[in-house]
């Protein structure tokens, strides 16, 4: 697995038991920094910190996306898990320059088959594909 998918794999977390616990995830991010030494250290990558930042300060655009594109699902009747992989897909599509669009849909898959169904992966590659197809004309 490469340090980027940890990244993403890492970020998928504090996403997630934020949306689950109704947390702020900068807070949450910041909390779960425990510096590199001793037995208990699980440092932040770089990555999951752009991420988590970057998902934060674009929540409101990115939900309305997933809310505009999720045919037929209700932001509230998404699993977490997939609601949360959505977030992170459509931020590396549309605001992450270092990543091309289609790594940042295989990589949602990826989170979505280990971590979810296979119907998930599906749906997931639905909505994220339809928001690729349009990304020039969204105003972000």
């Known amino acids: 697995m490469s340090a980027r998918s940890k990244a993403r794999k890492q970020a998928l977390d504090l996403l997630y038991e934020t949306d689950i616990r109704g947390t702020n995830l900068v807070e949450t991010l910041i909390a779960r920094d ?20 970057g998902v934060s300060d674009n929540r ?10 999720a045919q037929g699902w209700d932001m509230d009747r998404l699993p977490a898990v997939d609601r949360n992989i ?16 289609s790594v940042a849909i295989d990589e949602a898959l990826d989170l979505a088959k280990e ?16 928001i690729a197809s349009i990304k020039d004309t969204i105003s972000i």
């Not at 425990?34 to 930042?53: F, H, K, M, Q, S």
């Not at 409101?60 to 594109?69: A, G, P």
């Not at 119907?119 to 594909?129: A, E, T």
């Open 60 to 69: 409101r655009k990115i939900d309305e996306l997933i809310t505009t594109y």
């Open 115 to 130: 971590l979810s169904s296979d119907d998930s992966s599906k749906y997931i590659h639905g909505v994220l594909g339809r």
């Open 34 to 53: 425990v510096p590199a030494e001793g037995p208990d250290a699980r440092p932040i990558r770089e990555y999951t910190r752009e991420l988590v930042n």
């Open 86 to 101: 959505l977030r992170l897909g459509i931020y590396e599509i549309l605001w992450s320059n270092a990543v091309p669009t």
